[in-house]
C-alpha cells in the first residue's frame, strides 16, 4: 500500500530498522549515520533519498527478488540488491545511474508485460506501488506483446478487462488466468494482477504468523496460495487480519471497502475500541465516511499490525440496528416511545431524583463502560459521587479483572501490568495462564508468536489446548492442562519446585522484598502437601510437566507472565494472582523490560475505567474513599461532598434492588444482562427497578428492562484517551459527528446537568485536565501531551515526566514487595453425579464479548453461533455427535446449543463461548464469585450434557420477552 | 491422469510421518516415502504432515508444489521422461518427443488411456554425449528413440 495521505516520516523505509553500532555511509554524496545492519535501501531512504522497490517494504525483512532496488557501491562489481545489502563503514553508494536506470526499466518492462493495462478503471488507482515505480524509472514503452500471460481471460492478448469483454467470445479462453477469489467478506484476491512479489506470504509469516499463504509452483507457475490445492481464502488458516492486504502493492489484494467507495483522501490516527491491546489505526477518510482502517505503524502497542476485528469490523458503527434517537417508556411492557433529547433527560433526571426522594440518597446508583474514554468514565462516576452523592458506581471491570487490582495491589503496590509491549522481544520464557491471545488479544498474540519463533519458550497453564501450542514454527512448549479451578494449587506447586530446588533469585528478594516475609512464605510453599506430586491428583497435572515447567521459569532467562480471565474469574481469582506476583517476585522476575506480570485486559478501556476511580470504594487513581485527603481533593474540585461509605458493588444492587431498596440505574455501555452471571437474577433485579436508564448503540439485552434509551456514540464518534492492558493512554480521534447529536460524555453531562450539577464542559480536554489535577498518577498528562508524544504510559508525573513503560524498575510501587501465602481453597462448585463435567468459558478471534458489535459485521462468516467443545469421550457416553442439539444444565439453570467434538478440551472438562444472546451462556453460570472482589466465577461450573431437540423454554420465553420489550413507536408528529 | 487414486489409510500415513521426524527437516524424506509408497503425494496427506511438523496445509503444499516429481495424483505403471533442453533439441530430441507423444496418442504430463505410460518433459539428464536422452522408470537411456521407448512402454503395458 502506497503513503499517499500519510504524513512524510510515515514513509515506508523499504526494509525494517535494525538495531547495531552507528555506521556512516554516503548515498548519492549525502553522508548518512545509520545503526549497523541496516540495508543500503534503508539508509538511503534515512538520507531522504528513495530507492524504487516492489518487493520490499518495511513490515517484513529483505527478500531482494524483484531487482527494481539495485544500486551502484564504490569499489563493488556489478548491481546488488539495495534490500539485501548491508551497509558497512565508509561504503559510497550510487542510487541513480545510466546502468541501473536501465536495468530498472527492464525489469519494470517485464512486470508489465504479464499485468494488465487497467489502471484507469482499476480499484487501486492512485494507490498502486507497480504504477508508481513505473512511473519512477520512467518506463515509456512495453515492448512485449501478450503472449501466454495471467491476466486476460479471453486468451486474445487483450490488455484489459474491457477489451476482454468484448472479445470474449472469439478466443479460447485463457487457463492461467484465474477469477477473484471473494470468499473473505473484506478483501478480495485477484490473481490477475499479481506481481509475485511474496510481501503477502512473508507479512502473513512474520508479521501475523499465521502461515495460512505460500506460493504454489515455480517460474511462470507461481501463484500466491491461501492455504492448499482446493482451499480459498475463507476456507484457509487465514485469519482475516489484513497484514497481506496492508503489504500487497497493487489491486491484488484490496478492501473490498476501496473497490467500492474509491481510495480515502484524509487520514486520522486513533485507537481501535476492541480488546485491550489498544492498537493505534488510521481511520482513513472520504469526508465523513470511513473507507477503512489501517493499523498505524508508529502505534507503539501494536506497531502496525492488527487484527481482523480492529481492521475490517467496524460496521456496527453504520448498522441500521443503531438507535439514533432517544426512547422512553413508563414501564417495560409498553413500546418504546422516541422523543427528544431534552425530553428524554428531563424524564430520566425527574425519574432518579424521585426514588431519592422517596426511597433515599442511596437508592440509585450507575455503571461506567469499559468501552467509553477515559473522560466519560471519569464522568459518569463524578455524577454518581458528586450529583447522586453516594459511591453506587461500578464496572464491568468487576466481572474480569477486579482480582488483578486487588492482587497486584497488595503484592507490589499498583493495580495494573508491569510490562510495555514491547517486552515481549526481550523475553526467553513466556508463561501463559489463562488466557488464549491469539484469540482474544491477537496482536499481542501475533508478537508473542514471533518471539517464541525466535526461540522463546513457552508454558501454557490452561486447560484447554490453545491455538498458541500448536502454532506454526513454535518450539518447545510445556502444557499444563489443569482442571479447572485449580490455578492456585498449580501455581504453589510450582513455587514449591522453585523454593525446594533452590532455584530462588535471593538477591533479588533480599534487595526487593522483605526477606523474613519471604521465609515464611517459603516455608508454606515447600511443604510437602504443596509439591506437585501430592496435588497431581486434585489438578490433573503431571507432577514430572509441572516440574519441568518451573524449573524452565525459574532458569530460562527472562520470564514473563501473561495472564486472562482464566485466572481471575474463579473463587480463588485474588489468591492466584498473589501466587503468579510471588512467582515473578521469587525469580527476580520483575523490573526490566523482557520480564514481568501482565495482565491481558479485555476490553479496550478495562484498565481506563478502574483508573478512574469506576469502584464503589475508590476513587479515581485507586484511593479509598474512606481516605479524608483525597477525598477533599475531589469535594475543593467538585464543590459537592462525596461519601466517605464505600458503595454498592454490582451484584449488592441487583440484591438490593430485588430487596426493594435500589430503585434506580445509569448504565453506560454496559450489557450486564447478559454478560453478567445468572443471567436470571440479574433479570429479576432489573426488572425490580423503577428507572433503568441505558445509554449505548444498540437496543441491547439490558435494554429490555430498561425505562430510558439513550443513543451512544461509537469511538468514531468522540474525542478522548483509552488506557491499553500495558497502562498506555492512547488518543481517540472524532472521525464524523455522533450520528445521535451528541458524545457520550455530552449526555452525561446532560443529565447531570438536569440533576442540577451546573457543568460546563466544552471538551473532553478540560475532563482531562480534571483528572490530571486531581489524580496523583495521572498528574503529567494533558491532550497536549498526548498528541506530541502519541501516547503515554502512566504513572505519567513529575519523576516521570515521559510516562512509565516498565514499572517497579529500582524498586516496588509499594515499597517492598510482599508475598501472601496462598492457600488452596477449592470452589464450592463442586462435580457430583448430577453435574458431572466442568464447563469454561472462552472468546474467539472474530467475535468480542457480548457480540454487540461484532454479531452487526460480516464476522458472523467466521463463528455463527455459540458452541459447545466436548471432549470425545464424554461425548461418545451421553450419544452426543458432531453438530447434535444438546441441553446444557447446571445448578443455575439450563440452555441448549450445538456440540462439537474435540480433543482440545480433556475428559471432564466442556468449553463454550458466551458471543450470541441466543446461547445464554451465563443462565448456566453460578453466582460464586472472588472472596476478594466478587469476580464471577464464570470459569467453572458444574454441569452435565444431554441431548435435547433443540432451545429450551426458557431461551424461547427470553427470546419472546426480548421481541416484545423492543418494540418502538414512531415519535409523534 | 486418468487413474483414480485410491486414498491410503490415515495409519499408513502416521506411519511414514513417524518414520522420519526424528530427522532434521523431516518434510522432504517424508514426501519422498509417501511418493514412494504410494506413487503420489496424496491430498489427504498435507493437513496431517502440517500438523505432525508444526507447518500449515500452505507451507506443505507451497513445497509440493514446487517440485514437478511429487505427484498429486498416481503416474501410469511406466514412467518416460524425455530430455527437452538444449543439447538434446540439437540432435533431434523434439522431433524424437513429437514421435512419441503422437504415438501413443497424448501429451506432456498426460498417462496412456491403459494407465500404462505417463510422459513427461526433463531438462538435461547429464547425457548430453549420447543425445536425445530420456528415462524409462527411472533408468536413463542414452541415443533414445521413438521405438524403443514406446516399445518399452509397451512391453510393461501387456
Given at each position: 500500500m502506497k503513503d499517499f495521505i500519510i504524513p512524510w516520516d510515515d514513509r515506508d523505509m523499504g526494509t525494517p530498522a535494525k538495531q547495531g553500532a552507528p555506521v556512516t555511509v554516503t548515498v548519492d554524496g549525502f553522508a548518512v549515520t545509520v545503526p549497523a545492519g541496516t540495508s543500503v535501501m534503508r539508509a538511503a531512504a534515512e538520507a531522504g533519498i528513495s530507492v524504487p522497490k516492489l518487493c520490499a517494504t518495511d513490515s517484513v525483512e529483505a527478500f531482494g527478488s524483484c531487482r527494481l532496488c539495485v544500486v551502484e557501491i564504490e569499489g563493488r562489481r556489478g548491481t546488488p540488491a539495495s534490500c539485501t545489502t548491508p551497509v558497512h563503514e565508509g561504503m559510497k553508494v550510487h542510487t541513480q545511474s545510466e546502468k541501473v536506470k536501465k536495468i530498472r526499466r527492464g525489469v519494470m518492462e517485464l512486470y508489465v508485460s504479464d499485468h494488465p493495462l487497467d489502471c484507469l478503471t482499476c480499484s487501486a488507482n492512485g494507490d498502486c506501488e507497480l504504477q508508481d515505480m513505473a512511473g519512477a524509472v520512467g518506463l515509456r514503452d512495453m515492448r512485449y506483446t501478450p503472449g501466454e500471460n495471467h491476466f486476460d481471460p479471453s486468451g486474445t492478448g487483450a490488455r484489459s478487462q474491457s477489451e476482454a469483454r468484448l472479445r470474449m467470445p472469439v478466443g479460447e479462453a485463457n487457463p492461467r488466468y484465474l477469477p477473484k477469489d471473494e470468499s473473505n467478506p473484506y478483501f478480495t484476491y485477484d490473481p490477475s494482477k499479481c506481481i509475485v512479489c511474496s510481501r503477502c506470504v512473508r507479512a502473513c509469516e512474520e508479521v501475523q504468523g499465521t502461515f495460512a499463504l505460500t506460493i504454489e509452483g515455480r517460474g511462470f507457475e507461481s501463484r500466491v496460495s491461501a492455504g492448499m490445492a482446493g482451499d480459498d481464502f475463507l476456507t484457509s488458516d487465514c485469519v482475516s487480519c489484513g497484514a497481506c492486504v496492508q503489504a500487497c502493492p497493487t489491486a491484488t489484494l484490496q478492501e473490498k471497502s476501496v473497490a467500492e467507495m474509491g481510495v480515502p483522501d484524509r487520514s486520522v490516527v486513533t485507537t481501535c475500541?476492541?480488546?485491550?491491546?489498544g492498537c493505534s489505526f488510521e481511520a482513513q477518510m472520504q469526508g465523513d465516511q470511513l473507507v477503512r482502517m489501517v493499523p498505524w505503524k508508529h502505534g507503539k502497542a501494536n506497531r502496525g499490525h492488527s487484527c481482523v476485528k480492529g481492521r475490517f469490523a467496524y460496521g456496527y458503527a453504520s448498522h441500521g440496528d443503531r438507535i439514533l434517537h432517544p426512547m422512553v417508556r413508563d414501564s417495560i411492557d409498553e413500546p418504546w416511545r422516541e422523543v427528544s433529547w431534552e425530553e428524554a433527560i428531563t424524564f430520566a433526571a425527574t425519574k432518579m431524583r424521585g426514588i431519592q426522594e422517596q426511597y433515599g440518597r442511596r437508592s440509585i446508583g450507575g455503571i461506567t463502560s469499559s468501552r467509553c474514554t477515559n473522560e466519560e468514565t471519569f464522568l459518569v462516576q463524578k455524577m454518581i459521587r458528586a450529583?447522586?452523592?453516594?459511591?453506587n458506581t461500578d464496572t464491568c471491570a468487576r466481572v474480569c479483572h477486579s482480582p488483578t487490582g486487588y492482587g497486584l495491589k497488595t503484592t507490589f503496590g499498583t493495580s495494573a501490568g508491569t510490562q510495555d509491549f514491547d517486552s515481549v522481544e526481550h523475553t526467553d520464557v513466556a508463561v501463559v495462564i489463562g488466557a488464549n491471545p491469539t484469540d482474544g488479544h491477537p496482536v499481542f498474540g501475533s508478537r508473542l508468536k514471533k518471539r517464541l519463533r525466535a526461540g522463546a519458550k513457552l508454558i501454557v497453564i490452561d486447560p484447554r489446548r490453545i491455538d498458541l501450542l500448536d502454532s506454526p514454527h513454535v518450539g518447545e512448549a510445556h502444557h499444563l492442562a489443569l482442571t479447572p479451578g485449580t490455578n492456585v494449587a498449580v501455581l504453589t506447586a510450582m513455587a514449591h519446585v522453585i523454593v525446594t530446588e533452590g532455584l530462588v533469585d535471593e538477591d533479588f528478594i533480599r534487595s526487593r522484598c522483605d526477606w523474613e516475609e519471604f521465609r515464611q512464605y517459603a516455608e508454606f510453599a515447600a511443604d510437602p502437601r504443596h509439591s506437585p506430586e501430592a496435588t497431581a491428583l486434585l489438578t490433573g497435572v503431571n507432577a514430572q510437566a509441572l516440574r519441568l515447567a518451573a524449573r524452565a521459569y525459574a532458569t530460562g532467562g527472562n520470564g514473563a507472565i501473561y495472564y486472562g480471565l482464566g485466572v481471575t474469574e474463579h473463587s480463588q481469582g485474588s489468591t492466584t494472582v498473589m501466587a503468579i506476583a510471588n512467582l515473578a517476585m521469587m525469580t527476580g522476575n520483575i523490573g526490566r523490560p523482557g520480564v514481568g506480570v501482565n495482565p491481558l485486559r479485555g476490553q479496550n478501556n478495562v484498565q481506563g475505567s478502574c483508573d478512574m476511580g469506576?469502584?464503589?470504594?475508590?476513587?479515581?487513581?485507586?484511593?479509598?474513599?474512606?481516605d479524608d485527603a483525597a477525598r477533599e481533593v475531589f469535594e475543593k474540585v467538585w464543590g459537592a461532598p462525596v461519601d466517605e461509605e464505600p458503595g454498592l458493588r454490582i451484584p449488592n444492587m441487583l440484591d438490593a434492588a430485588v430487596e426493594g431498596t435500589f430503585r434506580g440505574i445509569y448504565i453506560q455501555g454496559e450489557d450486564i444482562l447478559q454478560s453478567d452471571p445468572d443471567t436470571k437474577h440479574v433479570a429479576a433485579g432489573l426488572a425490580a427497578m423503577d428507572c433503568v436508564i441505558v445509554h449505548d448503540l444498540f437496543l441491547n439485552e439490558t435494554a429490555n428492562y430498561a425505562h430510558v434509551f439513550l443513543p451512544g456514540s461509537t469511538f468514531l464518534e468522540k474525542d478522548g484517551t483509552f488506557t491499553n492492558a500495558e497502562r498506555r493512554i492512547n488518543m481517540v480521534r472524532e472521525v464524523m459527528k455522533p450520528k445521535a447529536g451528541y458524545a457520550d460524555w455530552e449526555v452525561t453531562q446532560l443529565l447531570a446537568n438536569a440533576m442540577g450539577a451546573g457543568w460546563s464542559y466544552t471538551h473532553p480536554r478540560e475532563i482531562m485536565d480534571e483528572i490530571a489535577a486531581t489524580t496523583p498518577s495521572f498528574a503529567g498528562v494533558s491532550f497536549d501531551l498526548l498528541d506530541e508524544k502519541g501516547s503515554v504510559q502512566w504513572p505519567c508525573n513529575e519523576a516521570h515526566p515521559e510516562g512509565s513503560p516498565v514499572m517497579h524498575v529500582d524498586g516496588f510501587v509499594r515499597g517492598k514487595g510482599q508475598f501472601i501465602l496462598t492457600e488452596y481453597i477449592a470452589t464450592e462448585e463442586r462435580t457430583g453425579p448430577r453435574f458431572p463435567l466442568l464447563l469454561t468459558t472462552g472468546r474467539i478471534l472474530s467475535q468480542y464479548n457480548v457480540g454487540a458489535q461484532t454479531r452487526r459485521t460480516p464476522n458472523v462468516v467466521w463463528h455463527q453461533e455459540d458452541l459447545l467443545e466436548i471432549h470425545p469421550h464424554d461425548a461418545e457416553v451421553r450419544g452426543v455427535k458432531e453438530g447434535d442439539w444438546i441441553k446444557l444444565a447446571s445448578r443455575s439453570g439450563e440452555t441448549s446449543l450445538r456440540a462439537t467434538i474435540t480433543d482440545r478440551v480433556a475428559p471432564g472438562v466442556v468449553y463454550t463461548t458466551f458471543?450470541?444472546?441466543?446461547?445464554?451462556a451465563n443462565v448456566v453460570t453460578s453466582d460464586f464469585s472472588d472472596?476478594?472482589?466478587?469476580?464471577?466465577?464464570?470459569?467453572?461450573t458444574a454441569v452435565q450434557v444431554s441431548p435435547s431437540n433443540g432451545p429450551t423454554d426458557w431461551q424461547e420465553d427470553y427470546a419472546a420477552q426480548a421481541a416484545q420489550s423492543r418494540r418502538i413507536l414512531p415519535a409523534a408528529e | 491422469m486418468t487413474t483414480q487414486a485410491a486414498e491410503p489409510a490415515p495409519e499408513a500415513l502416521a506411519e511414514i510421518i513417524e518414520a522420519h521426524t526424528h530427522l532434521e527437516g523431516p518434510l522432504l524424506p517424508i514426501l519422498h516415502a509417501m511418493q514412494e509408497a504410494f506413487g503420489f503425494v496424496p491430498g489427504t496427506a498435507v493437513p496431517v504432515i502440517a500438523k505432525a511438523l508444526k507447518l500449515t496445509r500452505a507451507e506443505v503444499h507451497g513445497v509440493i508444489s514446487f517440485y514437478h516429481d511429487f505427484r498429486e495424483a498416481p503416474a501410469g505403471r511406466h514412467t518416460v521422461k524425455i530430455c527437452r533442453a538444449e543439447a538434446c533439441q540439437a540432435v533431434g530430441g523434439a522431433a524424437l518427443s513429437e514421435a512419441v507423444l503422437s504415438k501413443l496418442g497424448i501429451g506432456w504430463g498426460e498417462t496412456t488411456p491403459d494407465g500404462a505410460v505417463t510422459v513427461e518433459p526433463v531438462y538435461c539428464l547429464g547425457l548430453c554425449a549420447c543425445a536425445p536422452a530420456a528415462m524409462v522408470d527411472g533408468k536413463v537411456m542414452g541415443r533414445a528413440d521413438a521405438d524403443r521407448l514406446t516399445a518399452l512402454a509397451g512391453e510393461g503395458a501387456a
Open positions: 475500541a476492541y480488546c485491550g491491546v450529583v447522586f452523592g453516594n459511591n469506576s469502584f464503589p470504594h475508590e476513587l479515581p487513581g485507586y484511593r479509598h474513599v474512606s458471543h450470541h444472546p441466543g446461547t445464554q472472596w476478594a472482589t466478587n469476580c464471577p466465577e464464570y470459569k467453572v | -
